[in-house]
C-alpha cells in the first residue's frame, strides 16, 4: 500500500436539510417525523469520509467498521444540521474520528467513528467473491 498521507487533524463538516425522507418513520427506525438516527449516523460517516478524501494515497479508500454515537436531540423536518468530523487518531490502517452534529444551536448528536484505509481494488474485488 503506497505511503499513508492522513495524519491526525483533518476535518470536514457536511450539512442536511432535514426532509420527509429522512425521517424516523421513513427510514424505518421508529415512527415520529423526526430526523431519523440512520440518517445521523451516514450524515456522521459522510464527514468522516470529507475529511481524508483529498488526502489518502492513489488507489486506496476507506470503510467504517465501528461506530458509536448518542443521538441526543430530536430535529424537525425544516431544519439543517451540520456534522463536522475530525480525524483524531491514525494507528497504522486505523484512523478514529469524532463527529459532532449540531442544528447551530443544540448539540444533535455526538461519538466516534473508527474507519480502515485500505487498497480500493483489492476490496472490491473480495466483496465481489473475485480472488
Do not use: N, Y
Not at 457536511?14 to 420527509?20: G, I, P, R, S
Not at 463536522?84 to 497504522?92: I, K, S, T, W
Amino acid at each position: 500500500m503506497p505511503e499513508q498521507t492522513v495524519t491526525p487533524g483533518l476535518k470536514a463538516r457536511v450539512e442536511l436539510t432535514v426532509t420527509d425522507a429522512d425521517t424516523a418513520q421513513a427510514v424505518g427506525s421508529g415512527d415520529v417525523p423526526v430526523l431519523g438516527t440512520p440518517r445521523v449516523l451516514a450524515l456522521a460517516e459522510a464527514a468522516t469520509v470529507a475529511a481524508t478524501a483529498r488526502h489518502l494515497p492513489p488507489g486506496t479508500t476507506t470503510v467504517g467498521v465501528r461506530v458509536e454515537l448518542e443521538h441526543r436531540a430530536p430535529t424537525p423536518v425544516g431544519r439543517t444540521v451540520a456534522a463536522e468530523a475530525r480525524l483524531d487518531e491514525v494507528d497504522g490502517r486505523r484512523l478514529v474520528f469524532t463527529v459532532t452534529v449540531d442544528d447551530g444551536g443544540e448539540t444533535v448528536a455526538q461519538g466516534r467513528v473508527e474507519r480502515v484505509l485500505l487498497d480500493r481494488q483489492r476490496f472490491v474485488e473480495r466483496a465481489s467473491g473475485a480472488s
